[in-house]
């Protein structure tokens, strides 16, 4: 056992080492450029996925509308019929993609609505972010001239979402910020007055983040050789956004630098039952059990299949969702030739003691919250961009490599928050 004043560690942490439309019935289907909602080139794979929510029919969604309704136009209710059915599929989708959204009874597919209309999307689990951001929405609704609707969903999500019809086009993604939000509702209406409010909420925002981002970087501690932390939960959308926007970081810094995966662990979280945790509810995860098991298999994939790290973690991410992640991710170890058997021997002996040593180290960082990154040892709040990583790392080097000046995508869903 490591001392009090030391800060414990896996063995072999520190070692070197947009848019796609289909059409259906007239209407065009816009999945939107969220990361965090998921990736649009994924969706036809996916779509046996849809039956267990399909398949609920226990209770309705509640609805609830701010502004009166009025009765469609008498040529247009067909459309409007066929919009609310693609609707319910498009939510599925997207229900799919964030682990997030889900629909337990069939009132979405019932529901009349308007041609052009914004369905703003809460959840039980989205408290103050969604509180916060609904009247900005139903404001720029009217501004856009789309008349607006709330629907709450039952399955937890962290941050709202959206549908929005326009023209015979749907568009379904997640409200991250204002700016980002705006830039798509410009791009799905092209209302002059959105644009360009997104125009100068884009200008301000990049203004933040440059004077952020030129701060942390006076402040960063240097060293010959930067370590980059990442404490993330494997299915907390936020947590998969941080991992899968240092990526292309790591790779280019390859052993110049030091990153090391961790994990967020809670103690007896929502009773420390068997539904969230182990070791005698000592061990647990947010989002249950199988993200906990998942956890488990990329600590292991970092202890003992190092070189193939990267590869697994972002296929589970990209081609796994919660719900099956405890076979799919099979899949991916054999896309990548990661040792099955020595994963699964790593999660079975030594999967407790992984988990303590995370736990152990995210209490005495003052981890709470998914992801929590720590660049040279000191909390990190910088962009979650390629580009804003690298920037960041170089900042943390004593002396810069040639790969500072290389430039990295710059694109990226801009949330901030937090599981």
């Not at 039956?51 to 502004?67: H, I, L, S």
């Amino acid at each position: 056992m490591e001392e009090n004043n030391k800060i414990p560690n896996r063995e072999g942490f520190n070692e070197e080492n947009t848019e796609e439309k289909t059409e259906d019935n007239g209407f065009e289907m816009n999945t939107g450029g969220n990361k965090g909602f998921g990736d649009k080139e994924d969706i036809e794979e996916r779509k046996e996925e849809e039956k267990p929510f399909e398949e609920k029919k226990e209770e309705e969604p509640k609805e609830f509308n701010d502004e009166p309704e009025t009765e469609p136009e008498e040529e247009s209710k067909s459309n409007v019929w066929i919009a609310s059915s693609l609707i319910l599929f498009v939510l599925l989708i997207a229900s799919v993609f964030t682990q997030g959204f889900g629909i337990t009874g069939g009132a979405v597919s019932e529901t009349e609505i308007s041609e052009n209309e914004l369905i703003f999307m809460d959840s039980s689990a989205c408290t103050t972010a969604c509180d916060e951001m609904e009247p900005f929405v139903k404001e720029l609704a009217e501004k856009a001239g789309l008349a607006f609707r709330k629907v709450t969903f039952s399955q937890p999500a962290q941050i709202p979402g959206f549908v929005l019809i326009n023209d015979n086009e749907l568009t379904v993604s997640g409200i991250e910020d204002e700016a980002s939000f705006t830039r798509q509702v410009c791009t799905a209406t092209d209302n002059e007055a959105v644009c360009s409010e997104a125009g100068i909420a884009e200008q301000e925002q990049v203004k933040t983040v440059t004077e952020a981002e030129n701060s942390a970087c006076a402040n960063t501690p240097k060293t010959e050789k930067p370590n980059f932390k990442i404490f993330y939960m494997s299915y907390c959308p936020y947590g998969i956004q941080a991992v899968r926007g240092f990526a292309p970081a790591a790779e280019l810094f390859g052993d110049q630098i030091e990153y090391e995966p961790h994990f967020v662990i809670y103690e007896d979280y929502r009773g420390g039952g068997p539904d969230y945790c182990i070791d005698d509810g000592k061990l647990c995860s947010m989002h249950g059990i199988a993200e906990l098991n998942e956890d488990i298999r990329q600590a292991c994939a970092w202890k003992y299949e190092k070189e193939k790290y990267w590869d697994y973690t972002l296929c589970t991410m990209d081609e796994c969702s919660l719900a099956n992640i405890e076979t799919c991710w099979e899949t991916c170890a054999d896309k990548f030739d990661v040792d099955k058997d020595k994963i699964k021997n790593c999660q079975e002996k030594e999967g407790i003691s992984l988990m303590r040593i995370e736990k152990a180290l995210g209490d005495q960082l003052g981890v709470r919250g998914s992801p929590s990154m720590f660049l040279n040892e000191r909390s990190y709040s910088g962009g979650r961009a390629a580009e804003s990583y690298k920037q960041q790392i170089c900042c943390g080097f004593e002396e810069e490599p040639e790969e500072c000046s290389e430039v990295l995508g710059v694109a990226e869903a801009s949330a901030q928050g937090n599981c």
